[in-house]
């Protein structure tokens, strides 16, 4: 008897490669700049429930929001293990703050059912912390935040948490939710053969515009039943990416997107340096030693 | 969430652990005087645990007018089903119309299920918080006297101003030694408002089973000379020079997030948005290019020295001092020179030296 596990994904900007290149002249970031990955503690987690799945049996589904582009950590994680895999796209999802995030996540995760869903702690492109938390809120399942390491004992799990600044160690009642920290495990790579299978994998919106790409000069019609035999052909062996939109979930719209955000931009700045305004000194001794009197002398150090 | 209430409070939640108050709920307190004045609105602090009475002297001489004090065993062991019901109740009974909370472990997990269950909205890790107006950019509305939250986003390269509107209470999170903390008075004079606690510990779904807390590893905040390094140090081994450097000088050893993200220093010596906001007499900054978030975090300080072999990088934007040079060679030199200026010192003071 194993546990069904959900782990919530994200595909984010790899903000560490931020670098001038990135700014757009108006002082906007071009993302398009940025290579998109897979955010690190997501590994994390999807790794602790794939470790859950090893030990007591039960699935593994990966789940994310985003653009169609966010399938590629979808098969990322199919590569590495995981059993299913559900993309939420939706134009509608778009400009949602973490509250709207976490409500159209609860809409599928009600819709697929679990009994612990794993997140990472944060995201690097936000590094806000709050949907993993708010998610469990709207599912009404018990918020364990922190996870390092973890032991189901039938309808409760003993975690042991990282609090930053030492440790605590909890039973909670499943259904549960946990947010995973970095220093949890090690996320195992690809596995080969999982990799050459699910590499292949394909959501509807990618089959499209494959077969919008193959056949230009065909009927909408042809299109569209080329499109169904492959989406079909795939779901036989198990590569086709769940797809869903807002109307699939029965989401209330009123909570996602624009409207079922509270928080709105005021301003943006972007961080224009005046720079320059600085007593430079050269690396040379003299220049060392000039620096040292000078800092001397003020009485900065001494 | 609750209607917009002008005439609503300016809350802060004040943690404690083990019946101490950190330092952050009364950093949060000296903005929140400065936020209420602004408003003419009273600031309150809540706080919630066990056998904690005596702590509300403490809230009051730090600027509270009010505290509201949740105060029984249940609530010896922070957890978010007891904690974010019993604040939400508290949010629902009085209509505060800003809540604060500390970026902690603990304010990370209880204030998004307070946001979640209030439908509210919620800015994490601000570095700023003022009240301002907004204009709706579609409808041309203006609100006046919002509370405008302040954070560098997206990898440091916007600073976003974010405001709640309409769903309020309009709250956020805000890190440890991001705001200044004022100095207790105690003549200051305020309420305590008992609140009755009614949860059964039966029906909570976490135990605490053990709880193990270690002090940090290092005082950033007190340190008086800071030095800190970046990815450009290279390697947890070259990170050695930052030490000997901080060691010649008497001062704490920090560290850029990328440092910290590559293993070359723990995380308690990180400096920034996500670690420790610093304001140190001298801050001298080796091989740290300095995204917004690093600069969020110490800026302030009295005296920058930043020494990076790129002359464009953006931390000789606020830097006073500047060495555009390879730290592995600069550092060194800062090291000898010192010594040697040590030495120098105690020669004419006419101390024995043969260092």
């Given at each position: 008897m194993g546990y069904n596990s959900i782990v919530c994904v994200k595909q984010v900007p790899d903000t560490k490669q931020i670098t001038g290149q990135a700014m757009k002249s108006d002082g906007t970031v071009n993302r398009a700049a940025l290579p998109a990955i897979f955010n690190p503690e997501d590994l994390n987690a999807l790794e602790s429930a794939l470790e859950a799945r090893d030990r007591h049996g039960g699935t593994v589904t990966v789940l994310t929001m985003g653009l169609p582009s966010a399938c590629d950590v979808l098969r990322d994680a199919l590569c590495r293990g995981a059993d299913h895999a559900v993309l939420v796209t939706d134009?509608?999802?778009?400009?949602?703050?973490t509250l709207a995030t976490s409500y159209i996540l609860s809409c599928a995760v009600r819709k697929l059912n679990a009994d612990v869903v794993f997140c990472g702690r944060?995201?690097?492109?936000?590094?806000?912390?709050?949907v993993g938390p708010q998610l469990a809120e709207k599912l009404g399942y018990t918020l364990v935040t922190y996870l390092e390491d973890f032991e189901f004992e039938g309808r409760t799990v003993r975690v042991r948490r990282n609090i930053g600044n030492g440790y605590e160690v909890v039973r909670s009642q499943l259904p549960a939710l946990f947010t995973v920290v970095e220093s949890a495990n090690k996320p195992r790579p690809q596995a080969l053969r999982k990799a050459l299978k699910f590499k292949k994998a394909l959501s509807p919106l990618e089959v499209n515009k494959i077969v919008t790409e193959q056949l230009p000069d065909a009927d909408d019609n042809t299109k569209r039943s080329e499109a169904a035999n492959r989406c079909q052909a795939l779901a036989k062996q198990g590569l086709l990416i769940t797809q869903w939109d807002l109307d699939d979930l029965e989401a209330d719209l009123t909570w996602c997107g624009v409207t079922g955000s509270p928080t709105k931009v005021n301003r943006i700045q972007s961080i224009v340096l005046a720079g320059g305004d600085y007593k430079e000194f050269p690396p040379t001794d003299a220049g060392i030693n000039q620096l040292i009197y000078e800092l001397v002398e003020d009485h900065t150090i001494g | 969430m609750i209607d917009m209430n002008r005439n609503g409070e300016v809350w802060v939640f004040a943690e404690q652990e083990a019946g101490q108050l950190s330092d952050v709920p009364l950093e949060l307190l000296s903005k929140g005087r400065e936020l209420a004045d602004t408003l003419n609105v009273p600031l309150a602090a809540v706080i919630l645990g066990n056998n904690i009475a005596k702590l509300s002297e403490k809230l009051i001489q730090h600027g509270a007018d009010c505290v509201y004090l949740a105060d029984s065993p249940v609530l010896e062991h922070y957890q978010p089903a007891s904690y974010a019901t019993l604040i939400c109740d508290l949010i629902t009974e009085y209509k505060p119309q800003i809540c604060l909370f500390g970026a902690t472990a603990i304010g990370r997990d209880l204030a998004p299920t307070v946001a979640s269950s209030m439908k509210c909205g919620l800015t994490a890790d601000c570095t700023d918080l003022q009240i301002g107006n907004h204009t709706d950019p579609l409808t041309k509305k203006v609100t006046e006297n919002l509370l405008q939250q302040i954070r560098p986003a997206f990898g440091g390269n916007i600073i976003a101003t974010i405001v709640n509107p309409e769903r309020w209470p309009q709250m956020a999170t805000v890190r440890e030694g991001v705001m200044r903390m004022s100095v207790a008075d105690p003549s200051r004079k305020g309420d305590v408002v008992a609140v009755t606690v009614n949860i059964d510990p039966t029906t909570l779904p976490t135990q605490v089973l053990e709880s193990k807390r270690r002090p940090k590893k290092v005082n950033l905040k007190g340190a008086r000379i800071i030095v800190a390094g970046g990815a450009g140090v290279g390697s947890r081994d070259n990170f050695r020079l930052i030490w000997d450097l901080a060691n010649i000088l008497g001062g704490a050893v920090g560290g850029s997030r990328a440092a910290v993200d590559l293993g070359?220093?723990?995380?308690?010596h990180q400096v920034g948005q996500t670690g420790t906001t610093v304001r140190p007499a001298l801050y001298i900054c080796a091989g740290i290019s300095g995204a917004v978030q690093h600069r969020a975090g110490m800026q302030e300080s009295a005296k920058i020295l930043a020494i990076n072999i790129d002359k464009d990088a953006p931390i000789f934007g606020v830097a006073h001092y500047g060495v555009v040079g390879d730290l592995n060679e600069v550092i060194p030199k800062l090291i000898k020179t010192i010594r040697s200026g040590a030495s120098l010192e105690e020669a004419v003071t006419g101390t024995a030296q043969n260092d």
């Open positions: 134009r509608r999802c778009a400009a949602s703050d944060q995201a690097i492109d936000g590094d806000t912390a709050q | 070359y220093v723990d995380h308690d």
